[in-house]
């Protein structure tokens, strides 16, 4: 019989592992009798995990050398992007994980393979599990971090199955304060050197894609906490991510040193959820703790009814401290000035367009250069290339061990496979490896389910050379879901970063090709991207 479910707030106060296999010794057989392949009864399993302890330390030479190819690196413009307010710091003189944040204990996060180097290596039963029932189990391929947050909140999704999914819808709003919803993710990444080869880039940096997918997960927790009532008699809210606003990577991210996330909701609407999360790393060399923050990132949740798929109210938020009032009042404004532009440009698009000789002087202004590469390929600037030559493409069949909670496409594991992607595209159009700068904006427009055929498509939308010390690489992926049986494809997702050049490459005079459309459509692609650009930006 199934425990009663407890609230999340008890789950996230507990450290949590994400190793969830159970483990037990094998017996050891004599060399004269090999074990038998096929056991005709299984091993009981010890619940007991193994303890880091366990683990030997690595030693230096087992580690590749570290890269500085990020040394020189400038960092972000101002005019590119708005600096983010923080909303927690954390004193340089203690930086352990237990005094970050008395109010909301971190989880700690363990990696998901036992030790090379054990003796006894320990037998996986895979026959068992902690959690049940099977149909609320997320797929496996994802992070520690994910793993361990789904875990976590795993508990309130379970009601899905029992009466509360027939049940009322909750009419009483709570009101909620940020730090009710704030959650911290550590990664002992100094200590656990296995949890550190599992996000480990060729670069020896944090494999950024794996990062993208575990911020996903944690604004998913974070929308879940601020949400849920408590009641087991209501039935829950689906939250879907909405969107990405402004990902910025303000420097890089070391896999060698601690890594902390934390995340709290700092804005709400009617059945919308404005959520922000920093990512910190100190330096030994420097502790100061606004020059720790590595990584802003604020996503957008919207409320779902489980049952009726009709928008619902959410909670509402109380910002106390003056921190919080400020944040809440930023985006505030933001979405407010967001919602103006779009109408604006809607009215615009309905009256004819308020400026239609300007928009027809900026597309053939576009189009001049494309047409002579078309027209006079021989007599095209050098300096310059077409849209159509930048793009890749990936393909794949979405697999149910890539779901989420809710059974669908998890919209990290989307945003990992689309940043990987944009980078493999800045990278065969610059002819080195780029550096990544941030997510200009994400849109999840349609679900993505287990079986679909998703294929990605990414070219380089269009460059900025203006700056010279610091040029910029816009990448476009965008996520279509093909049906081949019925000839129908539907764009589920868009994806669009930025990418710049390595600071030595530009010192020993390298500079960027400019993309240019050869078609009308491509010309109105780059223009609708420069005037969301403003709207985002």
């Known amino acids: 019989m199934r425990p009663p479910p407890r609230n999340l707030s008890s789950f996230l106060s507990i450290s949590i592992s994400a190793t969830r296999s159970l483990l037990t010794k094998p017996h050891l057989p004599s060399p004269r009798n090999p074990p038998n392949p096929f056991p005709q009864t299984a091993t009981q399993p010890i619940t007991k995990l193994l303890p880091l302890s366990s683990v030997p330390p690595q030693k230096p030479s087992q580690l590749p050398p570290r890269s500085h190819h990020f040394a020189s690196r400038p960092p972000r413009s101002s005019s590119r992007s708005r600096p983010i307010s923080s909303f927690g710091q954390i004193p340089p003189e203690d930086s352990s994980p237990e005094s970050m944040d008395s109010s909301s204990p971190p989880i700690r996060v363990a990696s998901t393979f036992a030790s090379p180097f054990d003796s006894s290596p320990p037998h996986i039963d895979a026959s068992s599990s902690f959690r049940k029932p099977i149909s609320l189990w997320p797929g496996m391929y994802h992070s520690p971090v994910t793993n361990a947050l789904w875990e976590a909140r795993s508990s309130i ?46 670069w020896n940096e944090v494999r950024l894609g794996m990062l993208l997918e575990d911020l996903d997960a944690l604004a998913g927790t974070i929308a879940v906490k601020h949400c849920s009532d408590d009641d087991s008699t209501t039935r829950p809210l689906l939250l879907v991510t909405a969107s990405v606003d402004k990902m910025v990577l303000k420097k890089p991210i070391r896999v060698d040193t601690d890594l902390k996330i934390a995340g709290a909701v700092t804005y709400v609407g009617r059945s919308s959820i404005d959520i922000q999360i920093e990512v910190t790393q100190f330096q030994q ?40 009032k400020l944040l809440f009042k930023e985006r505030e404004a933001r979405d407010k000035l967001k919602k103006k532009k779009r109408e604006e440009q809607r009215k615009g698009i309905e009256n004819g367009g308020h400026n239609f000789h300007g928009e027809v002087a900026r597309l053939n202004n576009l189009l001049s250069e494309g047409r002579i590469f078309c027209d006079f390929p021989a ?26 909670l809710h059974g669908r496409i998890f919209g990290g594991f989307l945003m990992h496979r689309a940043f990987e992607l944009a980078f493999s595209t800045a990278y065969a159009f610059l002819g080195q490896r780029p550096c990544f700068l941030e997510v200009d904006h994400v849109d999840f427009l349609k679900p993505v389910d287990v079986g679909d055929f998703l294929r990605l498509k990414s070219c380089v939308v269009y460059t900025q050379r203006e700056n010279l010390e610091q040029p910029l690489i816009n990448i476009e992926v965008v996520a279509h879901v093909t049906r081949p049986e019925l000839r129908t494809s539907e764009v589920s997702n868009t994806f669009y970063f930025t990418f710049t050049v390595n600071q030595d490459a530009l010192a020993n005079g390298f500079r960027i090709r400019n993309v240019v459309p050869a078609t009308e459509e491509e010309a109105r692609r780059i223009l609708e991207r420069m005037d969301a650009e403003k709207i985002y930006s």
């Open 157 to 202: 999704f379970e009601r899905l199955l029992d009466q509360s999914k027939d049940g009322p819808p909750q009419t009483e709003l709570l009101t909620k304060t940020p730090s009710q919803s704030r959650t911290i993710i550590i990664y002992n990444f100094s200590s656990d050197y296995i949890l550190r080869e599992q996000y480990r880039d060729p």
């Open 285 to 324: 060399d420097n502790p100061v703790p606004s020059d720790s923050i590595a990584l802003t990132a604020n996503f957008t949740f919207v409320a779902r009814d489980s049952k009726m798929g009709k928008s619902a109210p959410v909670n509402r938020l109380l910002p106390e401290s003056e921190q919080e």
């Open 379 to 404: 007599l095209a600037d050098r300096h310059s290339i077409l849209l159509r030559d930048t793009c890749l493409e990936n393909s794949l069949i979405c697999q149910p061990q890539q779901r989420n």
